[in-house]
């Protein structure tokens, strides 16, 4: 009797330590939902080592599909969106608004990216649980975009969002578009899509960003009413700076020289 509780208090135990080590291994997200704070992220607050070198955070060159390649497997309703965005060059008013203000994202969380190689990945993640209230784990996400150790092809972010769902049919556009239409753009996806642009971008300290990158995704989770700045969601700062909040705002000419020096473009 005494040898038979012994076993059963064992494999009590075991199955303790088993369900423990299932959770222990689970994948952990870290995210973080913005606290509206306007300040342009200060580049002095990196540690010096990243001010030298420069790293690619998982962001492949890719080339922008062409109108019909964009088109191509929407529905009808997804195609009248999608060409009326491609369609959007902005708005050469020139009025400034006397009083500024600005638009977010309500709720909008970023993911620290999981691996140093995932910027697309938590980008992805974090557009879909805005948009549908889920998202899949980060390594899930990675597999579904075809991720390798050097990365995901930036053009396969626009793909798998379309794919997985939709509140919000996404287009690109080239790392050539003038600055007018990206600012239309990014206003347009803020306050009449409800949904975060994602954009490849190049950084550099010498031109004010907190760290150097040859290739690098973000979101843009808030835009002010002169277009003149927007507001960055990051996946990788915390990479760099483990303190440092993963929201910041930059003037719409930084992240458009940001775009234009990587060569991917952006998606809305």
Not at 80 to 95: Q, T
Request: include cysteine; aromatic fraction near 10%; glycine fraction near 6%.
């Amino acid at each position: 009797m005494i040898k038979k509780k012994m076993v059963a208090i064992m494999l009590c135990f075991g199955m303790l330590f088993s369900t423990s080590v299932t959770a222990l291994a689970a994948e952990t997200e870290i995210g973080e939902t913005d606290d509206y704070v306007e300040v342009e992220r200060d580049e002095t607050s990196v540690n010096a080592q990243y001010s030298l070198g420069s790293v690619n955070t998982g962001d492949l060159l890719s080339p922008v599909e062409s109108v019909d390649e964009q088109l191509s497997g929407l529905s009808e309703d997804q195609i009248e969106i999608a060409v009326k965005k491609l369609n959007d060059e902005g708005d050469d008013s020139g009025i400034t608004p006397y009083a500024t203000t600005w638009n977010y994202l309500s709720g909008f969380t970023i993911y620290k990216q999981a691996e140093s190689y995932y910027c697309v990945v938590a980008s992805c993640k974090a557009a879909m649980q805005y948009l549908t209230g889920s998202s899949d784990s980060q390594s899930t996400i990675a597999s579904a975009l075809g991720t390798t150790t050097s990365g995901t092809p930036f053009s396969n972010a626009k793909t798998y969002l379309n794919d997985h769902q939709t509140a919000n049919t996404y287009i690109s556009k080239g790392a050539s578009t003038v600055q007018s239409t990206m600012e239309s753009n990014f206003y347009s996806a803020i306050n009449t899509y409800n949904a975060p642009p994602l954009i490849s971008v190049k950084l550099s300290t010498t031109n004010g960003w907190a760290y150097n990158t040859s290739g690098h995704t973000m979101c843009i989770s808030g835009a002010r009413s002169d277009k003149a700045y927007f507001r960055i969601a990051d996946p990788y700062i915390q990479w760099v700076d483990s303190d440092a909040s993963m929201f910041y705002s930059k003037s719409a000419s930084s992240i458009h020289t940001a775009i234009s020096d990587r060569g991917n473009g952006y998606i809305y």
